[in-house]
């Protein structure tokens, strides 16, 4: 009689062991895919930034970098009357940058920007730039 109680427990403690083991398995697999689908997020993904630099010569200028992983494809700059910003090329690899050269007398009228873009993954909505010349 003893003997089938401890044997009961030992298989009860044994069962709770592997059920707590898959578990933290199950915890682990979930991370690791996570960690996995963000790391293939940013191999796919373009990060564009815009920011306004030094103004000279009657000049003001936007630098845009893309400081993604990806190719940013289809480029399109924007002030908030949808009137479109002229760039030297549409599209920017991974670590590229354009700077753009706008007339002073323009620059002053746009209060905000907006830029677009598409990447492996999808298209990116204008997303805005407040301009403090």
């Known amino acids: ?8 427990v030992i298989a009860f403690f044994s069962l709770w062991v592997s059920w707590s083991a898959n578990k933290k398995t199950e915890k682990l697999n979930k991370l690791y895919l996570e960690k996995t689908e963000m790391e293939i997020k940013k191999e796919k993904s373009a990060d564009l930034q815009i920011k306004l630099v030094e103004s000279n010569k009657g000049f ?46 323009e620059a002053l ?16 909505d204008y997303e805005e730039l407040l301009v403090n010349w």
């Not at 494809?73 to 949808?82: S, W």
Request: with cysteine; aromatic share 6%; proline share 1%.
């Open 1 to 8: 009689m003893v003997v089938a109680v401890i044997s009961s």
């Open 109 to 124: 009228s746009y209060k905000s920007l907006f830029v677009s873009w598409k990447d492996q993954l999808e298209d990116h």
């Open 60 to 105: 003001h200028y936007l630098k845009l970098e893309n400081k993604g992983k990806c190719k940013a494809e289809n480029i399109k700059i924007k002030d908030e009357g949808e009137k479109q910003i002229n760039l030297q090329s549409n599209s920017l690899k991974h670590g590229e940058e354009s700077t753009i050269g706008i007339p002073a007398d």
